[in-house]
C-alpha cells in the first residue's frame, strides 16, 4: 500500500483524520511546512517550518527545554505513574526473543506483545485495557550508527501505550490528550514546544492515520489509529480498532538531560566507568556542537560516512581530535549498547551463532571484541556486564537471575573468536594485498562462510569503513528464514474434522468418508493422531486398508491409505495401531522431561529448538553452545529417569493463551507459535509446562525408562540428544549389554590369538640356531618349519612369509645365514601393522648376481610402497596387502630366474 496515497487523503480531511479534541480546546493551530509541505499542528503561530526542518532542530543538546532532568530508569518511573494514575496497568516487558510469533526471531515493537496469528490472520490480545509497557525491542538493521549518530541502539526500550477503544479502553482523542499532559505535566516541558506531525502508517493489510510528537525536533513518539483494512478506497472499518502510541524512553531521558548523545543518560554509570577507565578528555561544549551537527545531518545525507564527514569539518575538529575523542567515544557507546542488548537477548534464552535471529547476536558481540581490540583496550566483561545489570534491575530485575549465565555465554563466545582469530587473520592478509577492497557483497560471503565480520576488517586495517548498507543487507538476507511452507489441497468445503484423540480417544471408531482424494481420505472424525509438533502419525486400518501417513490441513485430517479407498459417504470402522501409539506417546512424553532435564543439568539457555517422536526412536533438538560430555550426559539421563521414577502426574489443561502466557510465562512455547485461542498445556507436575498439542501418558512412571543413544552437536548452538523410551529403552540396554559381553568375549579371543602368536615366535627365536644347521645341510628343494629351500647350481634361496616369524627372526636369521653360507639369498616378507615388509639379505658370492637391494625395490614397488639398500642387505614395503601373492612370484623368480 503506497503510504503516500494515503497521506494525502487524511490530510485533505484533518477534521475527520487528525483534529482531536485536545488542538480544539489548547487552540493548535495546523500548518504546512514551508520546506517538506508536511502538515502539522503547533501552538507556536511564529513557527513555518515542521521540526525536522526548522532551525531548533536539536538545539535541546545542552540546553533542555524541561524544569527537570531524569536519566533513563528515573524516566521510566515518570512515564509508568503518569499512565497508572491515569487508569492504564502498567504490565512487565515481554521477552525480546519472539517466541509467539513464527516470522519474528525478536520483538522489535511492544505493539508485537499482543500480536498474535490466528490461522492467516493477526490479532491483539491484551492482557488488560489500556495498558503501557516498557519493552525492550531489538533492531538489528542499522548497526553501523549505533555509537555514531547518539540517537541509534540495537536494543532500546519503546515505552507502549496501547487501548482498544472498548470495553474500558480509549481512542484518538484520549491518546493525544494523555501525551500531550505526559510531556507538558509529568515532564515539564513548555506547551509551545510539543509539535504534532500528520502522519500514516499501513503494514499486514491494514492502516491508520497518525501524530508524530517531537520536542525541539527530536522525535519523541508517535501515536498510531489503526482503524482500517483493506485497499484505499475500498477499504473497511476493523472489528477491533487499536491504538499504537510507542515513544522511545531513551529519548524521553535524553531531552531532559540535554546531553551530547542519548547514550551518556541512557546507559546508567557505564559511561563514567569507560570514560574513566580509557581517559577521554572530552570538550563537553565541542561535543554539543559535534553531536548537533550529526543529528542535522542525518537529515541532510543517506550516508553515515557523509554525515560523519560533514560534522567533523562544521565542528572544525582537527584529524587528532578526531582519534583522540570522536573514535574513543564512538567505541565506548557502541561496546555499552552491544553489551546491554546481548544481556537482554541472552537472558531470554537466546544464543550467538549462525543460524537464525543468533547471527545479530554473534555479530556484535563480535563488533564489541573487535572494538576493544582497536582501540587497544583491556576491559573486563563481567564487570560491565554486572555494572549493566546492577543499573538495569530497577526497571528489568528479572535480570539480576540471568546475570552468570550471560557471563558464561559471553565467555564461551569470545573464546571462540579468539581461536579462529588466526584463520580469519590470514584471509585478511591476502585481502590487503589486493589492490581494491572487499565490496558489500564480498563482505557478507565472507562473514556467511567465515564468520569475519566488517569490524575485524577494520582491526586489520584492511578497510577504512564499513560500508553503510552492510548491515541492512545481511539483516535482509536473514530475515525471511523464519517461515515454513504448508502443502495445499481443496478443502475449504470440509468442516473441520472432530479430533478424537483429544477426548475420549477410542482406539477403534467408525467414521463417515467425507472425501476422497486418490488414496487420500477425510473423514467426518478421526483418533488417528495427525502428525504435527514433531510427533510423527498414527498408523492402522480405515476399512480394510492400511493407514500410511496421517497430516492436518488446517482443521481438516487427511489420511494416507494403501489398498482400496473407501468410498465418500460410506461409514467405515476404524482401527489405531496401538503398540505404536504408545511407544510414540511414551517417547513424547519423554522429550518434554529431557527438555527440562537439560535446562536444569546445563543452564537456563536451553530450549527445545525442535524435536522428532517416532515409535522406535526419538531425538530432541536442544539450544546449547557446546558438545555435551559423557558427564552431562550421564546427568541429563539420571535426571530424566529421577522423574520417572517418582512416577509424576502428568495434566493437560485448555487455556485461553493470554492466561496461559501471563501466568506460566514463554517458557510454554518450547514446540514454538501455538496459532489458536486457547491453548493446550500439558504440565507433569512443577517439573516441566509446555504448551503442546501431543499425546502424552498419564504418569511417568508408564514410561519405565529413558535412555540416550547418541548425543551430536548438529549445527552452531544446537545439539541434538537421540533417545529411545519404555519397552525400546529396555531393548537398547539389552542390546548394550549383549554388546558389551561380545566385545568383551571378541578382545579376549583375540588377546588369546595374541599369546599363541607371540608364542610361535619365541619358539622360533629359540629354533634358528637349529634351523640354521637343517637348511645349512639341505642340498635339494624342500620345505623346512615353513622355510622355502630351493637349490640351483649356484645359488641356495631360502624364503618364507609364515608368520610365526617376525622382524627379529628374519633379520638375525637373514644376517646368519647369508654369513654361513656365501651363496644363499634369504627372502623374507611379514606383516607389521597395516605394511607388507620385506627383508633380503645375500651371501657375499650370491649378491654378485642376485643384488638384494633390487630385490627388495622391486618386491616393495608391487606392494606399492618403496624398498632399498646394497647388494647384501636391504628392506622395503607396501601397504597394497592384496598385492602379497604377486610380490612373493616376483622375489621367487628374481632369485631362481
Ligand atoms: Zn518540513
Ligand atoms: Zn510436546
Redesign the pocket.
Known sequence: MDKKEILKEFSSDPDRYYKVKLFEEQGFVRKSCSKCKRFFWTLDSGRQMCPEDSEDTYSFIGDPPTSKRFDYTQSWREVESFFVKNGHTSVSRYPVVCRWRDDLYFTIASIVDFQRVMGSKVVFEFPSNPLVVPQTCLRFKDLENVGVTGRHFSSFCMIGQHSIPNSGGYWKDECVDLDYRLLTEQFGIRKEEVVFVEDVWAGGGSFGSSLEYFVKGLELGNAVFTEFQGELGKHTTLDQRVIDMGAGLERFAWITKGTPTAYDCCFGPITNHLFEKIGIDSDSEMLKKYFTEIARGLENFDDLIDVRKHAVKNTGLTDDQVNRIITPLEGIYLIADHLRTLIFAISDGALPSNVGGGYNLRIILRRVIATMNRMHWKLDLDELIDLHIDYLKDTYSELDASREDVKLILKIESGRYEESKSRMGKIGTKLKEREKPPTVDELITMYESDGITPDFLKELDVISEIPSTFYSKLSDLHQSEKKRDIEKLPLEDLPETELLFYGEDPMEFEAKVLKVFGNLVVLDRTSFYARG?GQEPDHGIISSSKVVDVNKHGGVVVHQLEGQIPKEGQIVICKVDTERRQNITKN?TS??ILNSSSRNVLGSWVWQHSAFKESDHARLDITHHSPLSKKEVSQIEDTANSIIQKNMSVTIENFDRGKAEQHYGFKIYQ?GVVPVKSVRI?SIEDFDV?A?G?THVKKTGEIDLIKITKTKRIQDGVVRIEFVSGPTAHQFVKHQKSQEVKIAGDALQKQQIEKQREERKQKAREMMPVLLEQISAINDTQTIDEIDVSVTDSTKFCFTSSDKFNEFFHINFGKKLAKNEPNSVYVGIFESGPTIRVIVYAGEEASKTKNAGLIAKAVSEILGGAGGGDAKFAQGGGKDTSKKDEAIAKAKSMVLG
Open positions: 509438533g513424547h522429550t518434554h514446540g500439558v509446555e503442546c501431543g
